[in-house]
């Protein structure tokens, strides 16, 4: 891809950068990891009716699952949260820095990591300045949570480690 055509007196930029990636199986373990697997469903520390590895679309009291339904859903919900990386980052990145974005965003959700510093700076080229900004997202209902910060210093960690 060119980085601009020039035709006559017009001047086309060119698209932004389109990542394309996939969710290794590194980021899968750090997703479920942190989610843990729940067959009953739960609230989590917010009150979101919860199922399986995190799931919460159209989670009701009461409702249960197999593990084979809980792994159904942690594949759609880990892809809707993978399109949505590739989708907002026009930065290049490493498969690493893809597979915390996308643990990162399957947690936050879509709109957080839209609207969030991380994003702008990544896709600004500051890679180190975005690492930093994972652990500001560490409280739920406005209170700092123990878990998730230790989920963001691990999302950090992998999004900074070196991927060839």
């Given at each position: 891809m060119h980085d601009a055509l020039y035709c006559?007196?017009?001047y086309f930029p060119s698209e932004k950068k389109m990542n394309h990636l996939k969710l290794s199986g590194k980021g899968?373990?750090?997703?479920?990891?942190?989610?843990?697997?729940?067959?009953?469903?739960y609230q989590d520390s917010i009150g979101?009716?919860?199922?399986?590895?995190?799931?919460?679309?159209?989670?009701?009291?009461?409702?249960?699952?197999?593990k084979t339904q809980a792994e159904e859903w942690i594949a759609q919900d880990a892809q809707t949260a993978s399109s949505a990386v590739n989708r907002l980052v026009t930065e290049v990145i490493s498969?690493?820095?893809?597979?915390?974005?996308?643990?990162?965003?399957?947690?936050?959700?879509?709109r957080?990591?839209?609207?969030s510093t991380l994003l702008k700076l990544l896709n600004s080229g500051d890679h180190a300045g975005a690492a930093d900004q994972?652990?500001?997202?560490?409280?739920?209902?406005?209170?700092?949570?123990?878990?998730?910060?230790?989920?963001?210093?691990a999302e950090a960690d992998l999004f900074r480690s070196a991927q060839p």
């Open positions: 006559g007196y017009n899968l373990k750090l997703i479920e990891e942190f989610e843990g697997l729940r067959l009953n469903a979101l009716w919860t199922i399986g590895y995190g799931h919460t679309k159209g989670v009701r009291q009461g409702d249960y699952c197999t498969q690493n820095e893809f597979d915390a974005l996308t643990a990162f965003t399957y947690n936050v959700g879509q957080n990591l839209e609207n994972f652990k500001r997202f560490d409280k739920a209902g406005g209170v700092h949570v123990p878990g998730l910060l230790r989920r963001r210093n």
